[in-house]
């Protein structure tokens, strides 16, 4: 099993930055693919971006059309961390963020991710 916890949320005015960090713990070593999502209000929840591991220390990061330039997710293996770095925030990017995990190949469906954590709330002023 794997636990994550979000942490970083909260309110911010557009156009300023804010970094999001999912701390992960247990059998962290088995999840080859880390995401986040989020959920609008009163809306589905829908893929941000996720990394993949493709070997060695190399890893391919892909982004939902609406975040790509502005979102940059990072991790780092080392204090099991993974981060979404939220430039130019909009006040349409409101959401609770999930951070995610899977052992396989991840991808924009939230059904291929197996681990989930409990969300932050993210509110962008206009």
């Known amino acids: 099993q794997v636990q994550l916890v979000e942490s970083g949320g909260g309110l911010v005015q557009a156009g300023a930055s804010l970094r999001l960090s999912c701390a992960a713990s247990?059998?962290?070593?088995?999840?080859?693919?880390v995401g986040w999502f989020r959920q609008p209000p009163g809306k589905e929840r829908e893929f941000a971006a996720a990394m993949r591991w493709s070997g060695g220390n190399t890893y391919y990061d892909y982004y939902a059309d609406s975040v790509k330039g502005r979102f940059t997710i990072s991790r780092d293996n080392a204090k099991k961390t993974v981060y979404l770095q939220m430039n130019s925030p909009k006040p349409e990017d409101t959401a609770v963020y999930y951070c995610?995990?899977?052992?396989?190949?991840?991808?924009?469906?939230?059904?291929?991710?197996?681990?989930w954590g409990q969300g932050t709330q993210v509110t962008v002023s206009s």
């Open positions: 247990g059998r962290t070593s088995s999840t080859d693919s």
């Open positions: 995610a995990a899977d052992r396989g190949f991840g991808g924009t469906s939230e059904g291929s991710w197996a681990y």
